[in-house]
C-alpha cells in the first residue's frame, strides 16, 4: 500500500515479541484489538513519540492500514528503524483467525 519506504508484515508475520501499537481510536480499540497492544491513538503519537520502544520490533495497527502507515512514516522520519506496518490492520488480524480481545464486556470485533 505504501511502497518499500513503510515496510510492512502480515498478520502471520508479526513476531510473537513484537511490540504491537495500536494507534486507533479509543471506541475502536474498546471493541476489539490484539491481546498484548499498547495503545496510543494516532494525534497523541507526535507528543508521546517517547512511549515507543526503539529496542524491540514494532508492530503498528489500525483498522486497515492507512492510519498505521502513516505512523511508521513519521516514526521513520523521527529516527525510529525499528517500526513495520502491520498490513490489512485489524481486518486482516481478525480475518486471518487472530485472537481479538474487548475492553468494553461485549464480545470483541474490529470496528
Known sequence: MFGP???SVTPA???VDAYLLDVREPEEWAAGHAPGA???PMMEIPPRMAEVPTDVEVVVVCRSGGRSGQVVSYL??????NVRNLDGGMQMW?????????ENG??????
Open 5 to 7: 519506504q513503510v515496510p
Open 13 to 15: 508475520e508479526v513476531p
Open 38 to 40: 499498547h495503545h496510543l
Open 76 to 81: 521513520m522520519n523521527n529516527g525510529w528503524d
Open 94 to 102: 481478525a480475518a486471518g483467525g487472530r485472537e481479538v480481545v474487548s
Open 106 to 111: 461485549q464480545p470483541a470485533h474490529v470496528l
